[in-house]
């Protein structure tokens, strides 16, 4: 079981829907989840960080995190075609301040 | 305006050369790391250090060699023993207090085999 899982997608959705996009992860003892986006041959830009039970809204984003099911989420409201990307998941797990990525999902905004 | 450099963005190895990437940071931020991705996957970590003089291995070390001299910076050596280096290698920093560890990416460097 990989650490930190993502679907790759695409996850398709039209312009000005929600898109809800998940993780999980295996470390119950994991402390800082993150949600990165990329753009194509770009670095990644951190787009929200999450580190309690709930939910943390920061504009037309929202982070869910639920550690008992081990999974957190993230929503995107009024999805526009600037929203297109990879968002990638990070998990910091044990002791070391270091992050673990899950592959990332890729997000289409259609028209 | 603080912020990481990466350079060269792109990055051209013959077989069996030794390259090195290079990164710099100017946000004072104690620690830097240094992951690899490949085309359609996530980011994997490669090595990071937390102080000056010390660093770790991270989950595919082999083939790399780093170093830490300076807070700012920290070079990585892709050497022959790497096999397969054709990758996107991202540097990043962060402040080492417990609950900021939002990573600070650069731009990035493209290496590919000739």
């Known amino acids: 079981q990989k650490e930190v899982e993502q679907n790759s997608g695409p996850l398709s959705v039209p312009e000005g829907a929600i898109a809800s996009l998940n993780c999980t992860y295996s470390?119950?003892?994991?402390?800082?989840f993150f949600w990165y986006r990329q753009y194509s041959g770009k670095s990644p830009e951190l787009i929200m960080f999450?580190?309690?039970?709930g939910d943390k809204e920061d504009g037309r984003f929202t982070a869910q995190l639920n550690k008992a099911s081990q999974y957190v989420s993230l929503l995107i409201r009024d999805s526009q075609p600037s929203d297109s990307a990879t968002y990638l998941c990070?998990?910091?797990?044990?002791?070391?301040?270091?992050?673990?990525f899950g592959t990332g999902t890729r997000l289409q905004v259609t028209l | 305006d603080g912020g990481i450099t990466q350079s060269p963005k792109y990055l051209f190895r013959k077989e069996g050369q030794n390259v090195t990437l290079s990164c710099e940071q100017n946000?004072?931020?104690?620690?830097m790391y240094w992951y690899r991705q490949d085309p359609g996957q996530g980011l994997r970590l490669i090595y990071y250090s937390q102080i000056v003089n010390d660093f770790q291995k991270g989950d595919i070390a082999e083939g790399y060699s780093v170093s830490r001299e300076k807070k700012e910076s920290f070079p990585l050596t892709v050497t022959s023993a790497q096999k397969n280096p054709t990758a996107f290698y991202l540097c990043?920093?962060?402040?080492?207090?417990?609950?900021?560890?939002?990573?600070?990416f650069g731009s990035g460097t493209q290496l590919s085999v000739l």
């Open positions: 999450i580190y309690s039970n």
């Open positions: 990070a998990v910091r797990t044990g002791t070391a301040s270091k992050l673990t």
């Open positions: 990043a920093s962060t402040l080492r207090r417990p609950t900021n560890e939002k990573l600070f």
């Open positions: 946000l004072n931020h104690d620690a």
């Open positions: 470390d119950r003892g994991s402390q800082s």
